[in-house]
């Protein structure tokens, strides 16, 4: 079974600095996805960013980059210019690429609580 | 709006009774996942669904049942309910199983057992 491992219960940046939030994963498969997730206090899951195992080049979506480690099976994310609305909890989660019986749970890690101080 | 409705957003119920959460997926969607978000145990899969049959279960309770309807929507069924399932419970979508762009979160029902 696949685990994902986020050891920063919480953090804080600056508004407008940079913050690297961490995950580490464990998997026998070769091809997976991971993704980065932010839940507001709206609480609403919001995708933030998606890698998949097979590419090198590291995924950007405007101000969130990864820094893709495979074979450290590691899987951080990058904020840049942090904003005050950047605020929230931030999950790490992993889906397998392929599955027989078509099914394509996400498992998460426990979360980083991400605050922005002003 | 994500396009995925959970309903209802709140629900406070007592100890040993029985609940049904309700999921409409975004529209095409053919797959329907259930997880828990508690604060112990984090977000877990639950349960899923596709095209009205079960496809995988994960953590799910013996006292927690779900089905799919032909009209795709989904129930997710609570029984016997105890403090410990207070949580945040969710609902995702997705089309065809595989399709990762289209993997969707409702905004969640949030059950409270007094």
């Known amino acids: 079974a696949q685990t994902v491992t986020q050891s920063q219960p919480e953090m804080s940046v600056q508004e407008a600095e940079t913050v690297t939030l961490s995950c580490t994963y464990d998997?026998?498969?070769?091809?997976?996805?991971l993704f980065w997730y932010k839940q507001p206090p709206s609480r609403q899951m919001i995708l933030v960013i998606r890698q998949e195992a097979y590419k090198q080049q590291n995924a950007t979506e405007n101000r969130f980059s990864v820094n893709f480690q495979k074979a450290a099976k590691s899987f951080s994310l990058k904020i840049s210019d942090s904003q005050l609305g950047d605020a929230a909890m931030y999950f790490c989660a992993y889906r397998s690429s392929y599955s027989g019986a078509g099914s394509y749970q996400l498992t998460f890690g426990k979360g980083t609580k991400l605050s922005v101080i002003p | 709006d994500s396009g995925v409705t959970q309903t209802p957003k709140h629900l406070i119920t007592a100890t040993g009774q029985r609940v049904t959460l309700r999921c409409s997926p975004r529209?095409?969607?053919?797959?329907v996942y259930w997880y828990q978000q508690s604060l112990d145990q984090g977000l877990q899969f639950l349960i899923q669904y596709y095209n009205g049959e079960e496809r995988a279960k994960g953590n799910i309770l013996e006292r927690f049942s779900a089905q799919q309807f032909p009209d795709l929507h989904s129930e997710l069924n609570l029984s016997s309910l105890e403090l410990g399932d207070s949580a945040l419970y969710f609902c995702?979508?997705?089309?065809?199983?595989?399709?990762?762009?289209?993997?969707?979160f409702g905004s969640g029902t949030r059950l409270t057992v007094v």
């Open positions: 529209s095409g969607d053919l797959s």
């Open positions: 995702a979508s997705s089309g065809v199983p595989g399709q990762v762009d289209r993997y969707t």
């Open positions: 998997t026998s498969e070769s091809d997976y996805y």
